[in-house]
Antibody, heavy 117, light 109 residues
Framework: QVQLQQSGPGLVKPSQTLSLTCAIS??????????WNWIRQSPSRGLEWLGR?????????EYAVFVKSRITINPDTSKNQFSLQLNSVTPEDTAFYYC???????WGQGSLVTVSS | QAVVTQEPSLTVSPGGTVTLTCGSS?????????PYWFQQKPGQAPRTLIY???TKHSWTPARFSGSLLGGKAALTLSGAQPEDEAEYYC?????????FGGGTKLAVL
């Protein structure tokens, strides 16, 4: 049974970097048949797919167009987890952030991240 | 970025049938967009019902089905139950990126 456990700060100042981690149990971040997604949701912007990372003999990342210049998703094979970094945040980045697996059949518990000074 | 469109709201009678659709600003939705359908109830994370157009998860009730219809992805609910009242989102894939629709609020009345 795959389980995803999110961690990271719930408050980030404007212009700083939002960082979240998703720890995986029951699967491997470097599995050749897996992929690992970040999604966010806010009342004003709805559900937004942010990006994913996956391993197919080498690592690949795919990002949403609207955050492509600010986002990095990194796998950490030593800890079997993956992370989200979103740079230069503004209050518009305030949202619930979720990690999820390949077919979105397993989700993290969600993290409310507020961007405020 | 492509825009994915869904009906903002729909209503179905208990026991009735309703079809939710998911369109793309880039044109016809095909199996190559690998359509997903999610159900979300208040206070909960979204739950996948359908992936790759029509594939169900083990927990997906048999009354839900996915298809391609009239150039769009479609989610059909046959025999609506009160517990099906929820927000439904589709997700389409485009050459290395994915985009959610704005969601359909489904009322069972």
């Amino acid at each position: 049974q795959v389980q995803l456990q999110q961690s990271g700060p719930g408050l980030v100042k404007p212009s700083q970097t939002l960082s979240l981690t998703c720890a995986i149990s029951g699967d491997s971040v470097s599995s050749n048949s897996a992929a690992w997604n970040w999604i966010r949701q806010s009342p004003s912007r709805g559900l937004e797919w942010l990006g994913r990372t996956y391993y197919r003999s080498k690592w690949y990342n795919e990002y949403a167009v609207f955050v492509k210049s600010r986002i990095t998703i990194n796998p950490d094979t030593s800890k079997n987890q993956f992370s989200l970094q979103l740079n230069s945040v503004t209050p518009e980045d305030t949202a619930f952030y979720y990690c999820a697996n390949y077919h979105f059949d397993h989700w993290g518990q969600g993290s409310l991240v507020t961007v405020s000074s | 970025q492509a825009v994915v469109t869904q009906e903002p709201s729909l209503t179905v009678s208990p026991g009735g049938t309703v079809t939710l659709t998911c369109g793309s600003s880039t044109g016809v939705v095909t199996s190559g967009h690998y359509p997903y359908w999610f159900q979300q109830k208040p206070g909960q994370a979204p739950r996948t019902l359908i992936y790759d157009t029509s594939t169900k998860h083990s927990w997906t009730p048999a009354r839900f089905s996915g298809s391609l219809l009239g150039g769009k992805a479609a989610l059909t609910l046959s025999g609506a139950q009160p517990e099906d009242e929820a927000e439904y989102y589709c997700l389409l894939s485009y050459s290395g990126t994915k985009v959610f629709g704005g969601g359909t609020k489904l009322a069972v009345l």
